[in-house]
């Protein structure tokens, strides 16, 4: 596959390490109620879209970027790729 | 001056230099390198300090500047690479940091890498050998981290389709040196 | 002995002869030819023996998609099975056998497997060797493994390199015939970054097969021309003996270009084979069409071919199959391949068209609407029998019978995507559907335009349409005229009523009776069928086969041909030699190694090394009358303690960790705080994952209050790194803190003992004081040494010694541990490796990776209480969950033999002193073992329940893999200086 490096431009998924859902950046404040129960959640429950996915991927042998790449499972079309730290940003992740 | 006598990342007293039909391979050890990291809310700042250090402009992602004493190119978000002579900047990062202040990280970097250049007109043939950098789209300062027999490598354009400098981690030298050399047999 | 069969003209150089053996037997052929072509110059017919019943087969095709004649190329160490004798170039001194025969090609004793053919049907697997069951193993499985198969290995190691490499392109053209050629052209022209690969050795596909002329030149000389004027242009590459293999993800395609099987020798240095990884912008895809055989009874004799391979042979290489060939067609093609063999005046007996409407033959004679019914000769076509029109039979001797049932598009690597193709009514095949890789689109031939016209003018006006996708303009290039028939065809698969077997797959001896079992035990889905009788499961794929058994299966189903379904193909498109796939990284550089730079002083120290990740590391130091490993490693150890020793620990992770937000930013990442940490100190750091379990431990220094480094484990500096990146972006993206890894910036190594101080003092500059008052455990800082080398000096220990560690760039590494080495002298300093490492560590009870084993937490390794409740980090809030935090669960702890003189050993399971030694029972688990020179006896640590309770318990620590149990006794982990008096002396 083929990551359009919102930075560097097209790269070659070999570069990369997965990770996962980018739901991974929606990390629980631990000091909620339930936030036991919320950290569970967070940790261990994924959906597993037949489609479109948000997904996390480290350019580990390039810039050390995270990404966020949208991308179809089932055609593995990439739709969208974003810097993760500007997703998780715009997530209320700022400090 | 200390006592202590350095060794290449090869573990010899001189820098490996293979000559192959059309291509030189040259271990150079005479490089100091830093990293340059731009503090967060202080990015303008520290490429303004740098610039004034370096005499150049912090490059954008992708590209480097290659000049004398200093060059550079960029490692990452915020994120650069400085090279200059090992024999009149050993201080390197000690002087890029005096330089810019809080508004840059600076990290020794000199030994972390082992640098072979590669030069001749064979470069582009053993390079499609080594890694999946686009020589014919690489500018002159150009780097591009690159994957090269399971490494995570530089590859640096010194001069366009002729010449690039290979940075690659230092413990592996022996591992790198084998690839470039298997390539270089194998390709020319 | 004389190349009978050999006609004249070709494209083959008839001033280079060359010798060449084949079963032993010597013949002669010339450069251009293939192992097939030679063969059948020289009158051989018979190349092999069939995977199951070994019945002789000859030649089907004049490409890759080769069913049939498969051997086994050269010998010893470079011996290669399957090798397709239609694309094996011919060199010379070339050495090929027939493989699945003995004791010879033209009697193999296992033909009797042709006498047991009713048992030996589709599924004949499951059905027959059920049982007994445990025969399975032991009787059938062997016994079937020799019998069945085609090469053998030599088992031997592969002498030879294979390289890989990356190309990248604006638009790939995936075959050189006419469309490929007029593609390449047409994008050559235009300035674009053009790759053009064929498997064959040489380009322009049917152009140099056919002798249908492209303007006023025959084809191959067009061929030539083209090829010629790409070859000038820089901007093209022009891959020959390269098969496109793959269509991956976004433009990505493998290919292997095929350096050196054509030469007699190998080139010293030069790979035999290249697997090249191509990146391109567009690609497309010219790879032609195949021809498919009609089934009909006994089809498989040697001399049955199909019949646009007998116009390659005769016209491409000037070798007849046979002196006397006959036509069977469904289609006007066939014609065209009795026009070229009685052209070269080769006699063609009859041609047998199944269309009662077949047009005229000139020269032969026609026998429309009849069918082949059978055919005879052992080992090689004698005669065919054929139902007539009239439905009389008649027998026409004959050694050949070119076969045509139509064509297929080459389509496979449309399928690579899941792309599935769709039915053309006109062509009755299958053509490449709309859902195709993308960037790839298909031209030609392959796109079911099936004459040489219309393969050119879609090569020149796809490459055009490719282009103009990437901005880039080219023009049109002028087509010759050229051949554009019709397609004439009446569908037509296999003939009804034979008396014997009709061969569907070759490859696999799958005849129609074989789809016809599949069906009536109710195998009728395509995948099952391909499962069942192992229809199209070859090397070859079923390429020629595929299609015959779908439409057979329709047949019974009474679905059409698209209903009934079709299968896809998977890479690679031609079988890959495993040392292609593996390129350079072989033997010792299957992953790269890692060496500190005090590895060849070590080396001069005898050390022997042992390998860490890619690290080498010195395992232990061997003295002069040690025979044994354990009196090197008791001896480091001793003297250490007793005196000082030194121990390269340059492998252990080291991250910068810098910014203003520094001390924060670790407070997330480690489970212990750091934000109170004074500049000039080092703190032990244990890092969880998120689910609450520990994973990595190790130190961090401030070095100023926005700098700190950080050390991690061997083992997980990628991972730890590549966790503190995800932290800082994705989970605290505002936090000011950068990082960089400087493992390998660092020189670094362990100087522990008594006398660690007084060495060093003989190191570091006079004006640096570490005394125990100026520099106390845990004290860091930036110092120099030797005479004013900047360095880096830490307070830890790791052995529980007074210990240091001292760090300078890596260039000064060995320069550095020969001036400790020096000033050791006076104390008979001993350098020490992993082994006396590990020794020393586990007297001291520090937990290492044997202990952070991926199920552990904080509390179970007793560090409980350094987890901070007062700040978040990860992997704080699901530590505290109910199952991790049992005040009596697992706690780490030491265990002495009762007996001193038994072992403890790692992995052994705890049970308690009486009673049932189960998994129920389990008390618990022995981590890490060794014997104890300082105690005199094996100690370990490990793993007891509610075990901070139970210290002076006596339980047995059970083997059961080994059938021991040792009785050992519960003591603290701390075996050596429980108080840390030493480390801080």
């Not at chain 3, 001069?604 to 490993?629: C, I, K, M, S």
């Amino acid at each position: 596959m083929m990551i359009d490096h919102p930075l560097l431009g097209l790269r070659d998924a070999q570069e990369f390490t997965y990770l996962g859902d980018a739901s991974l950046i929606d990390r629980p404040d631990w000091q909620a109620e339930n936030a036991q129960e919320a950290f569970h959640d967070y940790l261990y429950l994924r959906d597993n879209p037949a489609g479109e996915h948000r997904e996390l991927w480290f350019h580990e042998t390039g810039d050390r970027s995270w990404l966020v790449v949208t991308r179809n499972t089932l055609t593995h079309e990439i739709t969208k790729v974003e810097l993760a730290r500007d997703v998780a940003r715009a997530r209320g992740r700022s400090k | 001056m200390h006592k202590l006598k350095p060794t290449t990342a090869l573990g010899a007293d001189k820098p490996q230099i293979d000559q192959f039909d059309g291509l030189e391979i040259a271990e150079r050890p005479d490089f100091a390198l830093a990293s340059l990291a731009a503090r967060q809310g202080a990015e303008a700042q520290c490429a303004e300090l740098a610039k004034a250090h370096l005499g150049f402009d912090l490059p954008a992602a992708g590209q480097g500047h290659l000049a004398d004493p200093h060059s550079g190119f960029w490692m990452g978000a915020d994120q650069w690479m400085i090279s200059a002579p090992q024999a009149s900047h050993e201080d390197l990062a000690a002087a890029l940091k005096t330089a810019v202040g809080d508004a840059g990280s600076v990290s020794e970097q000199t030994d972390g890498w082992c640098r072979f250049d590669l030069s001749g007109p064979g470069l582009k043939a053993v390079v499609e050998r080594l890694c999946n950098a686009d020589l014919t789209s690489m500018a002159l300062g150009d780097a591009r981290r690159v994957r090269l027999e399971h490494l995570g490598c530089f590859i640096w354009c010194l001069d366009p389709g002729q010449a690039v400098a290979i940075l690659g981690p230092r413990s592996s030298a022996a591992s790198l040196h084998h690839a470039l050399v298997g390539a270089a047999l194998s390709a020319l | 002995m004389n190349q009978i069969n050999r006609l004249a003209g070709g494209q083959i150089n008839r001033a280079k002869e060359l010798s060449f053996r084949f079963d032993g037997r010597s013949f002669k052929g010339y450069e251009g030819d293939t192992l097939a072509s030679a063969l059948l110059a020289n009158g051989e017919r018979l190349m092999g023996r069939s995977f199951k019943y070994h019945r002789p087969r000859g030649v089907l095709t004049a490409g890759s998609e080769e069913p049939n004649a498969l051997v086994e190329l050269r010998q010893g160490n470079r011996q290669e099975p399957n090798t397709r004798a239609t694309v094996a170039e011919l060199f010379e001194g070339l050495e090929a056998s027939a493989q699945n025969a003995w004791p010879s090609l033209r009697f193999d004793a296992m033909a009797v497997n042709d006498r047991f053919s009713n048992f030996l049907t589709a599924g004949f697997y499951y059905k027959t060797f059920m049982w007994p069951k445990p025969f399975w193993e032991k009787v059938y499985e062997p016994i079937i493994r020799k019998a069945a198969g085609l090469g053998s290995i030599s088992f031997e190691e592969d002498p030879d390199l294979y390289d890989k490499g990356f190309l990248h392109c604006d638009l790939l053209i995936i075959g050189a015939g006419p469309t490929g050629l007029a593609a390449a052209l047409t994008a050559g022209r235009s300035g674009a970054r053009v790759i053009l690969a064929d498997e064959d050795f040489r380009m322009g596909g049917r152009l140099n097969a056919e002798t249908l002329a492209l303007g006023d030149a025959s084809g191959s000389d067009w061929a030539a021309e083209a090829l010629a004027e790409l070859a000038s242009l820089d901007n093209v590459r022009l891959m020959t003996r390269t098969t496109v293999i793959g269509a991956f993800d976004h433009g990505i395609y493998g290919a292997v270009e095929r350096v050196q099987d054509h030469l007699p020798q190998a080139i010293a240095d030069k790979p035999r084979q290249i697997l090249w990884r191509i990146y391109s912008r567009k690609a497309m895809l010219c790879a032609g069409a195949m021809e498919r055989p009609i089934a009909f009874a006994d089809n498989d004799r040697p001399g049955v071919m199909l019949a646009s391979a007998v116009r390659s042979y005769v016209n491409r290489w000037a070798a007849a199959p046979a002196q006397e060939i006959a036509i069977f067609t469904n289609n006007d093609d066939g014609h065209r391949t009795a026009a070229d063999l009685i052209a070269r005046g080769v006699k063609v007996p009859a041609v047998i068209d199944v269309r009662a409407d077949a047009p005229a033959v000139v020269g032969a004679e026609l026998l429309a609407g009849a069918e082949v019914i059978g055919t005879e000769g052992r080992l090689g076509l004698t005669s065919v029998t054929v139902r007539l029109a009239n439905g009389q039979t008649r027998k026409i001797k004959c050694g050949a019978l070119a076969v045509s049932g139509g064509w297929n598009p080459n389509l496979h690597l449309t399928c690579h995507q899941r792309g599935r193709p769709q039915w053309n009514a006109e062509l009755a095949a299958f053509v490449p559907g709309p859902d195709l890789p993308s960037g790839m689109t298909v031209a030609g031939a392959a796109n079911g335009q099936l004459s040489t016209a219309r393969a050119l003018a879609g090569g020149a006006t796809g490459a055009i349409a490719a282009l103009d996708d990437l901005g880039i303009s080219a023009s049109a290039i002028d087509v010759p005229q050229a051949e554009d028939a019709p397609i004439a065809l009446k569908p037509f698969w296999h003939v009804q009523g034979g008396k014997s077997r009709a061969w569907v797959d070759l490859q696999n001896d799958v005849t129609v009776k074989d789809v016809k079992l599949a069906h009536q035990e109710n195998f009728v889905s395509v995948e099952h069928l391909k499962r069942y009788t192992t229809l199209g499961m070859a090397t070859d794929q079923g390429k020629t086969s595929n299609m015959l058994g779908l439409a057979v299966m329709a047949e019974l189903t009474g679905k059409s041909i698209p209903e009934t379904g079709t299968t896809i193909f998977r890479p690679p498109y031609t079988p890959v030699p495993m040392g292609t796939m593996a390129g350079r990284a072989t033997g010792k550089h299957f992953h790269p190694t890692r060496k500190t730079p005090s590895h060849h002083w070590a080396e001069e120290q005898g050390a022997v090394f042992t390998e860490v990740g890619d690290w080498l590391r010195a395992q232990w130091f061997p003295r002069q009358g040690e025979t044994h490993w354990r009196q090197s490693v008791d001896r480091e150890v001793l003297q250490t303690r007793k005196s000082v020793g030194v121990c390269d620990v340059t492998t252990l992770g080291k991250i910068d960790v810098q910014g203003k937000d520094a001390a924060t930013f670790l407070n997330k990442v480690y489970a212990n705080a750091f934000a109170k940490l004074p500049v000039g100190k080092v703190r032990y750091g244990l890092m969880l994952r998120e689910d609450g379990i520990a994973y990595d431990d190790g130190t961090a220094a401030r070095l100023a209050e926005d700098h700190f480094v950080v050390t991690t484990t061997t083992a997980n500096a990628v991972l730890a790194y590549r966790n503190m990146e995800f932290a800082r972006q994705c989970l605290f993206p505002d936090l000011d803190v950068q990082l960089i890894s400087t493992t390998e910036a660092w020189a670094q190594y362990a100087v522990a003992g008594p006398n660690a101080r007084k060495l060093l003092e003989k190191v570091v500059d006079a004006d640096v004081d570490i005394s125990n008052e100026g520099f106390p455990f845990m004290a860091c800082g930036e110092i120099t040494v030797c005479g004013g080398l900047r360095a880096r000096l830490f307070r830890i220990s790791f052995s529980g010694e007074l210990a240091y560690e001292i760090a300078v760039p890596t260039r000064y590494g060995d320069a550095l541990v020969r001036a400790l080495m020096e000033a050791g002298e006076e104390f008979e300093v001993t350098p020490y490796g992993t082994e006396a490492l590990g020794v020393m560590r586990i007297e001291k009870g520090h937990a290492a990776g044997n202990e952070l084993n991926g199920t552990t937490t904080a509390l179970n390794l007793g560090l409980g209480r350094m987890v901070s409740k007062k700040k978040d980090c990860i992997g704080n809030t699901l530590s505290e969950r109910e199952g991790l935090s049992d005040e009596s669960g697992l706690r780490l702890v030491g265990f002495k033999p009762v007996s001193a003189t038994e072992p403890v050993t790692a992995g052994a399971h705890l049970m308690n002193a009486s009673g049932e030694i189960s998994a129920s029972t389990d008390q618990g688990y022995i981590t890490s073992a060794c014997f104890s020179p300082n105690l005199g006896c094996s100690i370990g640590i490990g793993f007891l329940k509610d075990g901070a309770n139970r210290l002076g318990e006596v339980l047995r620590a059970a083997n059961p893999l080994e059938g021991s149990t040792v009785e050992v006794e519960v003591v603290s982990a701390h075996f050596i200086d429980p108080e840390g008096e030493r480390l801080r002396a």
